[in-house]
T-cell receptor, first 113, second 113 residues
């Protein structure tokens, strides 16, 4: 009964590969997010979807493509992985007009070698 | 535009001593304020939030924070820390016109035995 679940938890892959990270929330929230956390713990918003519509699309390489098949799921696909993509990626959800709190997944630690 | 400054990147403190983690924000409109905690190798978890009303907000694990509008601050305090409080703490702000959370850079709380 995890609120926001991400898979996989760990991902080790070679440069140039394509990989996907999946996220699902069972909170009934209408908004979902992808964050990147670097080695210095800095949180950077990448994308946000509200009711399956892209509402935040920060400056990230176009190798990163989000996809929201429904408001409970938000996936992240990364093409042609580079060493600099190594980070922890967090999915989060919230209710757009709710109490503004985010619920985070436990993260996906991506290591590109 | 809003911004959040966490003045200390690391705060070392002895076990059972009090601690204050500082957060200042910048905004031209009314804000909502949050503290999140990230334990090692985990996702972020909401500690407490200020939406309106009493400026002293109590959260989980014995933490509290005080909203000071004149000082544009939302400092986090705990009267007596435990080794289990070792974590990264993030301050964040949002507004009615922008529900997206704006994050501080984080403060690492280091508990010394």
């Amino acid at each position: 009964d995890t609120a926001v679940s991400q898979t996989p938890k760990y991902l080790v892959t070679q440069m140039g590969n394509d990989k996907s990270i999946k996220c699902e929330q069972n909170l009934g929230h209408d908004t979902m997010y992808w964050y990147k956390q670097d080695s210095k713990k800095f949180l950077k918003i990448m994308f946000s979807y509200n009711n399956k519509e892209l509402i935040i699309n920060e400056t990230v390489p176009n190798r990163f493509s989000p996809k929201s098949p429904d408001k409970a799921h938000l996936n992240l696909h990364i093409n042609s992985l580079e060493l600099g993509d190594s980070a922890v990626y967090f999915c989060a959800s919230s209710q757009w007009d709710g109490d503004y709190g985010y619920t985070f997944g436990s993260g996906t630690r991506l290591t590109v070698v | 535009a809003q911004s959040v400054t966490q003045l200390d990147s690391q705060v070392p403190v002895f076990e059972e001593a009090p601690v204050e983690l500082r957060c200042n924000y910048s905004s031209s409109v009314s804000v909502y304020l949050f503290w999140y905690v990230q334990y090692p190798n985990q996702g972020l978890q909401l500690l407490l939030k200020y939406l309106s009303g009493s400026t002293l907000v109590k959260g989980i694990n014995g933490f509290e924070a005080e909203f000071n509008k004149s000082q544009t601050s939302f400092h986090l305090r705990k009267p007596s820390v435990h080794i289990s409080d070792t974590a990264e703490y993030f301050c964040a702000v949002s507004t009615d016109s922008n529900y997206q959370l704006i994050w501080g850079a984080g403060t690492k709380l280091i508990i010394k035995p």
